[in-house]
């Protein structure tokens, strides 16, 4: 992370409502292809560290005996805690609002620890030490994001692509140039190199799975609205007075791309790490 940054509480403020409708999920396959590497059975407890609105968590409420999710925007806790009434798991969801280095914050020990698209925004050697801890001998800590590196044309589909590249641009002309992360800035982006990380923490591994994407997409105007509201670099309460403006900007530019209010777009993969507490724990594959 950036040496000048720091976080702050208004990161993702505003933001969570958004979620469940904006963000794309997760690849088709990945709860069985978890399911499969860490011999989930039903018993043992995940917990998701920085889980937003619980979507990963509740994906895999059934093959747990209990899930918890620690996330410290108020609003993502209060959109969990709906959406697992909604699932009828309540019984079995805990949500916790604490940010990751306030760990472990008397939560016990945990089979699995997942960290899906949120452990570059942590004082990642602080939490990696944390999180190895409270994982009892032969847990996981599993890391999830969508492929980086494949190519999403959409080719021969029937609506046309999201114009990301103009919305990147208008965000750009309200909000400048330099990218936006709660009250500070992030020029050169969130950082990398989890892998060492790790390591330097005491975890054995990685294994390394992808779950192929490439199914095609239908979204609506409305989709792609939430999806940018949903970020962090352009959370509605970045723009201030502006962001009826803005949002009135974004959706001319929408559907002058598409006035049947309809784009394609292909899903994504998803690549999964899993590092092992310690080597008692399985044996894992040389990464692929």
């Known amino acids: 992370m950036a040496a000048d940054w ?19 999920s997760y690849a088709p396959g990945l709860t069985d292809v978890l399911a499969e590497v860490l011999g989930l059975d039903g018993r043992g407890r995940l917990i998701d560290v920085g889980c937003g609105p619980g979507t990963l968590a509740l994906s895999l409420a059934h093959l747990f005996s209990e ?24 019984g079995k969801a805990r949500w ?27 004082d990642r050697d602080l939490v990696a030490v944390a999180t190895r801890d409270m994982l009892r ?15 999403r044309t959409i080719d021969g589909f029937p609506h046309p692509a999201v114009p990301y590249a103009a919305i990147e641009e208008l965000v750009r002309h309200y909000l400048g140039p330099v990218r ?16 060492a990380v790790l390591a330097r923490a005491g975890f054995t591994g990685p294994q390394r799975r992808v779950v192929p994407g490439g199914q095609a997409l239908e979204r609506t105007g409305d989709d ?6 949903s970020m962090s670099f352009s959370a509605p309460h970045l723009f201030g ?34 590092w092992w ?12």
């Open 224 to 229: 792609v609205v939430a999806e940018v509201f």
């Open 180 to 195: 936006r992360a709660g009250r500070g800035l992030l020029p050169q982006g969130t950082p990398g190199g989890e892998a």
């Open 277 to 288: 507490h310690d080597p008692a724990g399985p044996a894992p594959a040389p990464a692929t």
């Open 137 to 151: 001998p032969g847990g996981a800590l599993v890391h999830i994001s969508d492929v980086k590196t494949e190519s």
């Open 6 to 24: 720091e976080w702050d509480d208004t990161l993702f403020s505003g933001t969570a409502t958004y979620y469940r409708r904006g963000r794309l």
């Open 67 to 90: 899930i918890v999710g620690v996330d410290p925007d108020s609003g993502m806790i209060a959109e969990a805690t709906r959406a697992a009434a909604e699932c009828g798991v309540t």
């Open 241 to 274: 007075p502006c962001c009826d403006d803005f949002e009135a900007d974004l959706r001319r530019l929408l559907e002058e791309a598409s006035p049947a209010d309809r784009f394609s777009e292909r899903q994504p993969g998803t690549e999964v790490f899993v």
């Open 96 to 122: 916790v609002r604490a940010r990751a280095e306030d760990l472990p914050a008397g939560l016990g020990t945990f089979t699995v620890a997942a960290f899906a698209q949120s452990f570059h925004w942590m």
